[in-house]
């Protein structure tokens, strides 16, 4: 196949690589689940459609397996205390990460942050798996957007954008 490169390489390099921060979130029988991600990106106006990348052994990904359905939350800048609960800092899982921010409903029943910049829910599509991770393209059915500054994520720290 070709060279291998080594994983620590790749984490470093991708560290490097600036990113959007939303918590991804799903409805179970067992409660709301979410994580925080910045592996999220359009695939197509039509029809309206993207995809992500979800840790197959998170409550998450067995969560949008089993419902078929997640919401996309582009969280407001600042939020950092959300994105790191989300993430698992504090020890917060399941339901209990959604002790933090102003979660609501959207019209299929997915938590959705109040104040996301943009709020995108999604049936899934298409489903791969990918190494560690699961790939979810999912068709857009409800889009909410506010205004105001996304979060951003690189070099393992929050910024957010400034005009030139």
């Given amino acids: 196949m070709g060279m291998s490169v080594d994983p620590g390489q790749f984490r470093s390099a991708m560290a490097r690589f600036p990113g959007a921060v939303t918590i991804i979130t799903t409805l179970t029988p067992q409660g ?26 998170t409550g998450t990904c ?31 899982t399941g339901e209990d990460k959604f002790a933090l921010g102003d979660w ?15 709020a995108f829910s ?21 889009i909410s957007e506010a205004d105001g500054a996304a979060l951003l994520y690189e070099q393992s720290r929050f910024h957010r954008l400034a005009p030139l």
Avoid at 32 to 57: E, F, K, W
Avoid at 67 to 92: E, H, K, Q
Avoid at 104 to 118: C, M, N, Q
């Fill in 32 to 57: 709301r689940r979410g994580i925080t991600a910045t592996a999220v990106c359009s695939v197509t106006a039509d029809p309206p459609s993207l995809l992500v990348c979800v840790n197959r052994a």
């Fill in 104 to 118: 609501r409903e959207d019209a299929a029943g997915l938590p959705v942050l109040a104040d996301a910049r943009v």
């Fill in 122 to 142: 999604c049936e899934v599509a298409e489903s791969l798996t990918a190494g560690t991770h699961q790939i979810f393209i999912g068709q857009i059915t409800d």
């Fill in 62 to 92: 067995q969560g949008i397996l089993e419902s078929g359905r997640f919401a996309v939350n582009l969280l407001p800048d600042p939020s950092g205390d959300v994105a790191m609960r989300f993430a698992g800092a504090g020890g917060a």
